[in-house]
């Protein structure tokens, strides 16, 4: 990498988002204001335009911007995105989708619900178009790009750092790759995070870095391994079979009745889901059941039994097992009851 991408001065990013169609929605992301290195700035902005309700919320750090962004649309809308510098943008979709136009109006780049990209940008901005719907949630964690490219060693990642040197807009990742339970995770434990002072900052940093390398290292093991993405027409079956297992979590879903509902064999299911989401079936219905669990003991003030009943175990016993096996911890240390 050039010195002026490693070396770049550390001025306080500024990133502003303006709708261009429908308009009216503008925010401005980022630090407003000289703060410590330890301080966070926590923001709450709720946009109107036509049809279009935006609600953000913003977390700036002395080098680190998080927006976590939730939208009601009954229309498309059309946001462009500019930074006073250039920088990179770590973009997780949890659900709905958007178009990004990185260069003008060509090369476009797709990021569907429960994908994420790595994205450089230079001053001059790109379009994002997102099309019409509620509860579409995303979450970006704007960086410096010499906290990312002193990490990307090898041929795969070339073309991505050569468009940095030129500040040519640009994704990392070429086709989807999906947000895997433990970036779910990740991502609420950022938002959700209520440690004081410099706990957490660093709680925040060391997420947003865990983060990272996930993301880089899901990259590098499809880019050695040299794998077909899984086609498109079983890839929105597998979707489909994810939002089920999300939405009915205490259900003790078989891989025959999976297999029979997704209209695709038993083999296929389990390798392309394995594929697409980096687990088996049983392990990922786990491991949203336990997240589901937490939130429940922290936010709900349910207790063991009831929480236990609410995904579906007879027994809190067994529960109570399958929780410390994924945390490493009792439900009973974090009920309220």
């Known amino acids: 990498m050039k010195d002026g991408i490693i070396s770049m001065k550390k001025v306080k990013m500024k990133i502003k988002v303006d709708s261009l169609s429908p308009t009216g929605i503008s925010v401005i992301n980022g630090i407003p ?40 649309a009954l229309r498309d809308i059309d946001f462009y995105v500019q930074a006073d510098q250039p920088v990179i943008e770590m973009m997780f979709f949890l659900s709905g989708s958007t178009v990004l136009y990185l260069d003008g109006n060509s090369d476009s780049v797709s990021i569907d619900s429960n994908q994420h990209n790595i994205v450089y940008y230079s001053q001059s901005g790109y379009r994002s178009v997102w099309p019409c719907g509620k509860g579409k949630k995303a979450v970006t964690i704007t960086i410096y790009p010499e906290n990312i490219a002193r990490y990307l060693k090898g041929v795969q990642y070339s073309d991505f750092l050569k468009n940095m040197e030129r500040q040519r807009n640009t994704a990392l990742f070429d086709h989807h790759l999906n947000i895997t339970p433990k970036m779910h995770l990740l991502l609420n434990e950022i938002i959700a995070n209520r440690h004081a002072g410099g706990l957490r900052r660093l709680y925040i940093e060391n997420c947003v870095y865990e983060l990272l390398f996930l993301q880089i290292e899901q990259y590098s093991a499809l880019s050695e391994k040299n794998e077909k993405p899984v086609p498109s027409v079983i890839e929105k079956k597998i979707s489909g079979i994810r939002e089920l297992i999300d939405q009915n979590l205490p259900h003790p879903y078989s891989i025959s009745e999976l297999s029979r509902l997704a209209g695709i064999n038993e083999y296929h299911l389990k390798k392309s889901f394995k594929a697409l989401y980096h687990q088996s079936i049983y392990s990922y219905t786990i491991s949203r059941r336990m997240e589901k669990a937490k939130s429940l003991l922290l936010n709900e003030d349910m207790n063991v039994n009831e929480t236990a009943f609410m995904m579906g175990y007879s027994d809190s016993t067994n529960f109570t097992a399958a929780f410390k096996k994924h945390f490493g911890f009792t439900p009973g240390k974090i009920s309220r009851k």
């Open 33 to 72: 204001k000289k703060i410590d290195f330890l301080e966070i700035v926590e923001t709450q902005r709720t946009s109107f335009a036509d049809g279009v309700q935006d609600r953000n919320l913003i977390l700036a750090l002395s080098d680190i911007c998080i927006s976590n962004i939730e939208i009601d």
